[in-house]
């Protein structure tokens, strides 16, 4: 308080001495003397005496400046902008006093954090003075300015001349701005500038150590950035290294986040174990113990997750020398899993989790409460106490995302395992935005849980999804297949199953195969399987394989293997089954006593009665194939004796064997019992049926065709009544009664249009027709064929038979008919063969006046190739017929001279063929052709010669009469 009144009474004494009228000179001096002494109210105070005394004084620009920097020293800095902003206009003619001005306005704006108007203000303070305190000092505070402005374009140059001019500045202010141009170079990708200015500075304070200790600690973490951010991560983490060790804890604390994060992420380039630094300096952060145990915590967790467990647990203890509450949680949760990588048992990892809980005093507040639950689920669930796991799930308060998420996948594998999988579908749909291996184990589950609920559709989806992300494991994918075969999608089955390398795969491809009827390679499948030595489907296997031989007509390698299944799996649930197809397949390869053998078998493994009666027929077979008939009739007798089905088809089996045996009167017997007896039984129509077919097999078609009708009166729309008609149409028609049996294909064409006898039957009526010589209704008939079933009737020659009958129709005579269907079949003109059956075929033909020029042209075109060289050796007997045949003919029209050469052509050929009747004849011919022709001389020449080879033919004594 004494101080206070003091100094008002020394204002009050400078207020008194100013009072009286003092002269402009006076009071600039007087204001000089203030300012000289340091007395800078009293500056202030004569200013404003001048101003309000004198305003127009020349004294008042100087005046003005003088106190606009005392009151900015004086702290008063709006009072000083405000007077050097009148100042200034005043000041423009004198640079000194102008840069003045700017220069404290521009300080004063600085302290008033006006930094964009400071800025201005000594950027003009800047261009008016030379370099020296003014011009460094206001670069400098130019500097703070830009730089809290967060300009770096304009902060960098003007901190680099600070730091480039460190000596005029005062340490203080170099080391700000060195500060913050590391700062800004760092912050604009200049990166190689903070580390060359490092390195000057660095080597400058290794000589001379001016800066501060503290401020270059902060300087070297900059540099470090500078390094790191420039790719020198080596250099960069042995500036933070210094840090560690060297800096107050707080700087130290920042040195080891800093080494750590560039240790743990270039690890190559840095070369250095982030735990050998701290542990150097860990005394020099013993002020922040629970940062200690975070580090290393943290570099715990990093070998963890790098597979170095050994180093992991070393840096989880050293963590849990300073830790507490949450922190010594997690470090619990670590080390429980280490027990369990390193090969302990879940026992022991669930009491050292109990242990960390109780030290950690872990309450249901803490942040690793639900994990320490989840971890416990997970323990349960490698113990397989899935009781205890859906016990305590239901107490988790599962209030982290990654927890819970957990905590309902190993609730979902309890409730699987309990076969609640309707809700342990429900927990996993709960499971959301996880890692890539927990969504895959979700799903994975989700699919076996689909699968195991019927749910194949759904199943399906989910592996195919799985399939296509290839994220599907061998067992995952044998699974997949086995719901692919369970769906009935058996390729895809197939596919997915032939990928698998578990020996299992190659079971579930060949099943899938086997359901394919693809048995070549479904055999291939069952035989990896069995040669795997695996036995849990090995029985399987060597049935399916056994069967799938069988069906590729393998049957020696069937009967062979299924009857190795039967001897080592006696008693399988496919017993039965294997023994009737080994005795098929024995049956095939006519071994019927090994046949037999199985077939006894398999009336003993029959299970139900469907499969003895299977068994019994098949056994009675292969009595009666091994001509044992009387055996087969013993063994299906005392079965016939009832009357259900099984009794009728035994007795129906017993009339098969008595047929077999050519005992027809027996048969007979037993099927017309059947039919009398047990009208309302199936068998009953095929026993009329078979009634008249053991007669008709005997060729007794007399009695087949009075049984068939039989059959088709008692049976008129019986499953066997096509064929009953036809089969009685042909024994009529065995028995030359073709007028009925016109009748029966007549009906069966007209009611069973469709059935597979009817093309036989069109086909047979034209014969008939045919052989009765009802040619015009044979050619109907044909050409119905011909329209009704196309390309089958013309592969069958139904054109030629139309062809033919079309003759026949026109009164050509049978025998021409006959022979010109024997031409067109040898070949015609285009083998010898035909060329025989043409030159008889022209003979039938030159018998009738109406086709004898046809018989002609015929007979010239064979005779024109039979002449040839390479065949009138092996022709020249058709080849004379021919040529006598052309001869004939030209003699009947009167042109005797061509009909007498003709002649002469035909002895030629006689005469080959060593005939001398033929040959004598044909000289007679040509003898009496040039007579009629008025060739006399040539008649009696031929006549000659006629005698001359033949004397005592009667064709020579015919000759002496022309």
Known sequence: MKKSIVIVGMLAVLVLSASAKSTEAELFNELNAAYQSGSLPGAVEYVSQLEKNYPRSLLLPESLCIQGESLYKLGRYQESIDCLSKAIPLCKKNPHFLASCYYWRGLSYNKLESFGKSFDDLAVVSGIVDKGTMYNNAVFVSGKNSYCLNDLQKTIPLFEYVVSNGSEYSVKDFTFALIGLFNCYNASNLA??????????????????????????????????????????????????????????????????????????????????????????????????????EFWTRLGIDAFNEGDYKKAGTYFNNAEE???????????????????????????????????????????????????????????????????????????????????????????????????????????????????????????????????SNRLSDAEKIFSNLDLNQTISDQERLVYSKVLLLEGRLNTAYRQAARVKNPEGAYVAGLALFNLKDWKTCDLYFTKYLSSKETDFAANSLFYDGYALYRQNKIKEAARCLSDFTNKYPDHEMAFNAHIVAANSFVQQKKFSDASIHAEQ??????NQKQKQEAVILNAGIYSDMGNYSQAVSFLEPYSKGNDDFSVQCLYNIALIYAKNQKRSEADEIFTKIVNEFPGNPLAEESSYRRAEIYYDSGDFKTSAAKFQTYTGKYPKGNLIDAAYYYM?????????????????????????????????????????????????????????????????????????????????????????????????????????????????????????????????????????????????????????????????????????????????????????????????????????????????????????????????SWAEKAGDL
């Open 322 to 452: 300073t830790a507490s509450g949450d922190l010594l949680s997690l470090i619990g949760l670590y080390k429980s899993e280490l027990v369990l990588v390193n090969g302990g048992t879940p026992s022991a990892a669930e009491e050292l989790l109990k242990s960390a809980a109780t030290k950690s005093n872990l309450s249901a507040e803490s942040k690793y409460f639900d994990n320490y639950n989840s971890a416990y689920l997970r323990l349960n669930f490698l113990q397989e106490d899935f009781d205890s796991i859906i016990k305590d799930y239901a107490n988790l308060k599962k209030s982290d995302k990654i927890s819970k998420a957990y905590a309902d996948y190993f609730a979902a594998v309890a409730n699987y395992k309990s076969g609640n999988f309707k809700n342990a579908i429900f927990l996993l749909d709960n499971i959301k935005n996880v890692n890539e291996t927990m969504t895959h184990n979700v799903m994975v589950l989700k699919a076996l849980c689909c699968a195991k």
């Open 602 to 607: 398999a009336v003993k493994k029959s299970s």
């Open 192 to 293: 190689e500038k903070t580390v060359a200015v490092f390195e000057s500075v660095a080597e400058q304070q290794s000589i001379n150590p001016v800066i501060q200790k503290s401020d270059f600690n902060y300087i070297q973490l900059l540099a470090g950035d500078g390094y790191q951010q420039a790719g020198k991560y080596k250099n960069a983490y042995d500036c933070y290294a210094k840090v560690l060790k060297n800096a107050e804890p707080d700087f130290a604390a920042v040195g080891l986040q800093k080494a750590y994060l560039v240790a743990s992420s270039h690890k190559k380039d840095v070369g250095q174990d982030p735990g050998s630094i701290l542990s150097e300096a860990k005394d020099n952060l013993v002020e922040y113990p629970n940062l200690l145990s």
């Open 729 to 953: 149409a042909d024994s009529f028609a065995k028995i030359e009664q073709s007028d009925r049996a016109i009748v029966q294909y007549s009906t069966l064409i007209a009611n069973y249009p469709e059935s597979s006898y009817s093309y036989s039957a069109e086909k047979n009526l034209v014969t008939l027709y045919r052989v009765s010589g009802d040619y015009s209704e044979a050619l109907t008939q044909a050409r119905k064929i011909i329209e009704k079933y196309g390309e089958q009737a013309r592969k069958d020659g139904i054109p030629s038979i139309i062809s033919d009958l079309q003759r026949l129709n026109g009164g050509e005579d049978e025998q021409v008919v006959k022979q010109r269907q024997l031409y067109k079949s040898a070949g015609g003109v285009s083998n010898p063969e035909g060329r025989g059956q043409g030159t008889k075929l022209a003979s039938l033909l030159f018998a009738s006046e109406n086709t004898q020029k046809e018989a002609v042209e015929l007979a010239e075109q064979i005779l024109k190739i039979q002449i040839k060289e390479e065949n009138i050796a092996n022709e020249n007997v058709h080849a004379y017929s021919n040529a006598e045949l052309i001869s004939e003919y030209y003699r009947s029209i009167g042109k005797n001279k061509i009909a007498a050469e003709k002649y002469l052509e035909a002895a030629q050929y006689a005469r080959m063929s060593s005939s001398d009747e033929k040959a004598a004849r044909a000289l007679y011919g040509a003898a009496e052709a040039f007579d009629a022709a008025g060739m006399k001389a040539d008649s009696k020449e031929c006549a000659l010669k006629l005698k001359e080879l033949y004397p005592t033919s």
